[in-house]
């Protein structure tokens, strides 16, 4: 049985459980829910950008040691935040993640780059989400039909949204053109200015 710390709300700085005591709560709110004392695999879901990886250690060590949480492991962590978070375990003697959970699939090979020899290196088992691209790979899309507004996540980020945070649909269009009256910038060692368009690297010739 797993669950994850409650996720960040990427507004407000100080509303960050990734610290030592902050995911405490949110385990707590999933024990009582699933009517148990303690999860198999805890998850970190998504680091915020801000806790140390000595805290966020830290606080797992102590869900561990008190026997709420058999193990832990990290989803949607840098590489080099996966790699610090476990070397500062072997370091100091405390339970290091187990696990590396992270975005997976035929169309997605990005964690190829740095994750899958990290979490090899470090003995960390991955466990991929996604593994269909959200119903790209099992032919839910197609070029000819767009995806209903309830699609599920690709539908969502193809479809224009009443937030205030949307992207207008015609962003194409709003970006400022161009004008004639184009700024200018001195030549190196002269004080005449030179159109940017007509400047060109020494001992090169325009390009055509």
């Not at 148990?36 to 869900?63: C, F, K, N, R, S």
């Not at 269909?132 to 070029?143: D, H, S």
């Not at 479809?159 to 015609?170: L, Q």
């Not at 184009?182 to 020494?202: D, E, I, Y």
Request: aromatic share 6%.
């Amino acid at each position: 049985m797993c669950t994850s710390c409650a996720a960040w709300d990427g507004r407000d700085c100080s509303r960050s459980r990734r610290g030592r005591g902050g995911c405490r709560p949110s385990l707590e709110g999933s024990l009582r829910r699933l009517g148990t004392d303690h999860v198999d695999l805890y998850w970190l879901h998504v680091w915020d950008d801000i806790t140390p990886a000595e805290e966020v250690l830290q606080g797992m060590a102590d869900l561990v040691r008190v026997g709420k949480v058999r193990y832990h492991g990290l989803c949607n962590t840098p590489a080099w935040f996966t790699v610090q978070v476990a070397t500062l375990a072997h370091a100091h003697g405390l339970p290091a993640p187990v696990a590396l959970q992270m975005e997976y699939s035929l169309v997605s090979r990005d964690i190829e780059r740095e994750h899958v020899r990290a979490a090899r290196e470090l003995g960390l088992g991955i466990v991929p989400w996604s593994p269909l691209a959200v119903g790209f790979l099992n032919g839910k899309y197609n070029r000819d039909q767009s995806p209903a507004a309830d699609a599920g996540r690709l539908a969502q980020a193809s479809t224009p949204s009443s937030s205030a945070h949307a992207r207008p649909t015609s962003w194409r269009r709003t970006w400022p053109r161009p004008t004639t009256a184009s700024p200018t910038m001195p030549r190196a060692g002269s004080t005449r200015s030179v159109h940017p368009s007509s400047a060109t690297p020494t001992g090169s010739s325009p390009v055509r």
